[in-house]
């Protein structure tokens, strides 16, 4: 124990000295960290949040601690809990993190011969990997695996060679930087790029560059403190850009909410000041709330699980990640395939843009539409409007937003009507007398088209 702590100690020395390389023969662990020569950033162990989880990240070195502004994670599937027994060092040509028990649970996986000589953080805050001298060409580089950062000076794009992309993925939640759900990558063969859901919705695009700025952006036109550009060579395609003034900190981060916002650090109010984000309302993320929960710009949280639902993580939303959506209170029987008279009807004004059609069956009045519905299991609610009978469940009903709209009865109106227990749904008579969960009823919300 004593000749542990000595060691240790002595290693302390070497890293807290400001050193920005890891040579061969040294390892990163516990609090000890490398920092960038200007000092702009610093790598080590951190945590997120009240998790005890660690990971290996790169951090801005000026901006305050508690909580660090982490820009890239290493093992962000794979977290340790006790940083002092893991090391971060080079090991077979690979920059490796090894965990309590020695084993590698991340690596830079390059297939190589020979022995890298070190790694370096460089003041942009990209890490780099080489085998000779520092003019060498890297051998692997964060900025080639970016995490939820696009820092000035990194490329955004695709390896025309390799035929690899860069993609940024947000954190899962506040507290787990493992990959969520939204990610920011170049659309193929275009110059233009798109955030997406699960990797496959599109919820937002940039519009093609015309040379000065993308499209969807034309704010990129008005001086700030970057300066962009748009590259497409034999080898690579991608977009890039630098900051004009050096002492200026700032960043593009994808935030767990799904949405990409640009943050500059104000130091006379130690605060980041957010300057863009795209899409501008967090409503306009694809299926932001999840399933059976609606999206409203002007409440707080901005999710709200429909009448008779319940968040299916309370966790989870305590944290900010409302992706997950809501459950039933009360899980349907569906062998009761008849309704109660006295039938309850809630009106929330929502304006909802149906993610397809195919959902639409024949049916000759409202009356059949909703029978249809009682007689699938799977069906979740109905609609019945310009005499068209649709059927939603959980997958057609995960973008629903919320919009403010006035009295105006001339604004026609959209009925949908989800299946729910009686017993959640609030009622006066009900409530005191009927508490059987066989009985359930569709519960309706409003629509403005
Ligand atoms: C680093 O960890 C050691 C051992 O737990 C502790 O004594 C030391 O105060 C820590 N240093 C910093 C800067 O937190
Ligand atoms: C951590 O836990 C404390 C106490 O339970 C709570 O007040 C605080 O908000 C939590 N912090 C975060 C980032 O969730
Ligand atoms: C280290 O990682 C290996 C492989 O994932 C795992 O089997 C082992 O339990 C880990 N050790 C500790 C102490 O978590
Ligand atoms: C990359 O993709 C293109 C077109 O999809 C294909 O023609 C080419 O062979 C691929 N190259 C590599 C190295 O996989
Ligand atoms: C995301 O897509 C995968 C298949 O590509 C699917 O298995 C998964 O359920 C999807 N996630 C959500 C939250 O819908
Ligand atoms: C493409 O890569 C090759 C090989 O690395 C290099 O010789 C060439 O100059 C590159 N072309 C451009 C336009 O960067
Ligand atoms: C930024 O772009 C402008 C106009 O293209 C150019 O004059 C200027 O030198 C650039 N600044 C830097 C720091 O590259
Ligand atoms: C660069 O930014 C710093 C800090 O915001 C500011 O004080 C300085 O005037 C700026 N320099 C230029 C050339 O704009
Ligand atoms: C969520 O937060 C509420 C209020 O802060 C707290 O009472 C509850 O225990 C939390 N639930 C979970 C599952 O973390
Ligand atoms: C999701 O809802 C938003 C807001 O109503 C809408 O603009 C968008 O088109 C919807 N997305 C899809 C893929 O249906």
Request: glycine content about 4%; hydrophobic content about 35%; charged content about 20%.
């Amino acid at each position: 124990m004593g000749i542990l702590l000595l060691l240790c100690f002595s290693l302390i020395i070497s890293f807290s000295s400001g050193a920005d390389t890891i040579y061969a023969n040294q390892f990163l662990s516990g609090n000890q960290t490398i920092i960038s020569k200007d000092g702009n950033f610093e790598l080590g162990f951190f945590k997120a949040g009240n998790s005890s989880n660690y990971y290996i990240g790169i951090w801005y070195k000026k901006v305050p601690f508690n909580p660090p502004t982490v820009v890239w994670v290493a093992n962000r599937e794979t977290p340790i809990s006790d940083r002092f027994s893991s090391k971060f060092k080079l090991k077979d040509g690979n920059l490796v993190l090894l965990n309590e028990s020695n084993t590698p649970i991340w690596s830079t996986n390059m297939i190589s011969t020979a022995t890298p000589a070190s790694v370096v953080l460089h003041d942009d805050g990209n890490l780099v990997l080489l085998y000779g001298s520092s003019s060498s060409t890297p051998i692997w580089q964060s900025f080639d695996h970016p995490t939820h950062t696009f820092l000035p000076g990194s490329k955004l794009g695709y390896n025309k060679r390799t035929n690899t992309s860069h993609v940024i993925t947000s954190w899962k939640n506040k507290e787990d930087p493992a990959a969520g759900l939204f990610s920011l990558e170049i659309v193929q063969n275009t110059k233009r790029y798109a955030l997406k859901w699960n990797r496959s919705v599109e919820y937002w695009t940039s519009g093609p560059w015309n040379g000065r700025f993308f499209s969807s952006l034309p704010d990129m036109a008005v001086p700030y403190i970057y300066n962009f550009s748009y590259i497409d060579n034999a080898n690579e395609s991608y977009f890039t850009y630098w900051s004009t003034n050096h002492s200026v900190i700032s960043g593009m981060f994808l935030d767990v909410s799904g949405q990409m916002q640009q943050q500059t650090w104000k130091e006379s109010s130690e605060q980041w000041y957010l300057f863009f984000s795209t899409p501008k309302l967090i409503c306009d993320v694809y299926a932001r709330c999840g399933a059976f929960s609606i999206c409203n710009q002007q409440t707080s949280p901005f999710c709200n699980c429909l009448t008779g639902f319940e968040p299916t993580s309370q966790s989870d939303w305590n944290l900010s990640e409302f992706s997950g959506g809501c459950v039933r209170k009360t899980k349907l029987n569906c062998r009761v395939k008849e309704e109660k008279p006295e039938f309850i009807v809630s009106f929330v004004p929502v304006k909802y843009l149906p993610a397809s059609h195919e959902n639409e069956i024949p049916s000759l009045d409202e009356s059949a539409c909703r029978r249809s519905c009682l007689d699938d299991c799977s069906c979740d609610g109905y609609s019945f409007f310009l005499e068209r009978c649709r059927l939603w469940n959980n997958e057609n009903l995960n973008n629903i937003s919320f919009v403010f709209v006035s009295d105006d009865s001339t604004v026609r109106k959209f009925e949908l009507n989800i299946k729910v227990a009686s017993k959640d749904i609030q009622h006066p008579i009900n409530d005191i007398h009927k508490k059987n969960d066989k009985e359930w009823f569709f519960s309706s919300v409003l629509f403005f088209l």
